[in-house]
């Protein structure tokens, strides 16, 4: 371990002797070297495809404030190494299946829950990923999904919830509802917030970025358990919802864990992340609809497709389309696993909330109304894909190949 620099200088303190004025000149190089043992810790950054760079902690935050993504690839720098060059194109149903299923849980879906989940979850003074209020606020979550689980009664069939450990304190959350075969469906959120200024003293609600999102597929969750078919393991697919701890600090918590799903060979059919689902007002500002924003680059092409035809089908809303850039949520990591991803968001991003970062990522802002039609759009893709005969399609779109 290297020493500190007061370490190293606490014995001339100590001896509290006379300096004469030509010792200076000889001091003054080995302080500088002093300096080079104390510099601040470096991480190695992806920024696109091939493109990384060392970084200060400081850096990476001025990167963030001028708008630019990316992965921080210092302890995941091999997620995707496994990744087969020759992997099948992932295929989607053509149409929804599951209508009559589906329509009677969306009625159950509540704002009144998810508004009460917001007011805890941004309660917090941060839920900065290094800081205490930040693993306090994880291990509240973890209880809330815990507690749903318990009161739908999905302990008695396997249904559990536990934190996927991280280094930095607070831990991810993975919430996993068994089916007939280990081949998974995962819906995701990242629970975190920051200051992107001084992100271990200023405050960071995080009210949309992403405690919408945290609070949104919760509801989902909650709703999903109240279906016996799904409850009672019957659903062809495993049905896994993670919340991500350390989104924020460069996609930490999601590449931890499908550098891990990709180490196991786990089986993940589909990825869908929720990233800020509740502000509205710049679109409305902008005369146009209240749209569900449905990101476009670098996602799984037949995933966003489907999700299209879901959002057709059970929500109140449309959908437009939308770009966000590299690595631009914990979608990209289940990508660059290798896993059919996809994101969507409140709007086009142009209208996204940018209140977000700091102090002002307040619940005044946010439509609980809009929150709710994602709420719904989440409900009807996982239970759609949860019950999705993935042997049987891929077979099919085999034989129509030939």
Known sequence: MKASLLTLLLPAAASARFIEANEVNRILPYTDALLDEVAPEQYLIELSPGETRWVTEDQKWELRRAGQRFFDITENGDLGAMRLASKATPVFPKKMMA????????????????????????????????????????????????NTIKEAG??????????????????????????????????????????????????????????????????????????????????????????????EGGLLGSQAIFSEYEKQKRVVKAMLQQDMTGFVQKTIDAGKPESVGVITDFVDAGLTAFIKKVIEEYCDIPWVETKCGYACSDHASASKAGYPSAFVIESTFGESDDHIHGTEDLIKYLSFDHMLQHARMTLALVYELGFTDFKRLESENRAGEL
Do not use: C
């Open 99 to 146: 209508q009559s299923d589906i329509k009677p849980l969306l009625k159950n879906l509540t704002k009144s829950g998810m508004e009460d989940h917001l007011e805890k979850l941004t309660s917090f003074h941060t839920r900065y990923y290094k800081s205490e209020t930040g693993r306090q606020s994880s291990e509240w979550l973890l209880k809330e999904v815990q």
């Open 154 to 247: 999905g302990d008695e069939y396997g249904v559990k919830a536990e934190h996927f450990k991280h280094s930095w304190g607070q831990n991810s959350i993975i919430a996993t509802i068994p089916g007939k075969s280990n081949s998974t469906v995962v819906i995701g959120a990242h629970q975190d917030s920051i200051n992107l200024w001084f992100p271990s003293v200023l405050a960071a609600p995080g009210a949309d970025d992403d405690g919408s999102g945290t609070v949104t597929i919760l509801e989902a969750f909650r709703v999903l358990l109240s279906s016996e078919h799904v409850i009672k393991g019957k659903a062809p697919n495993t049905i896994e919802f993670h919340w991500y701890s350390a989104e």
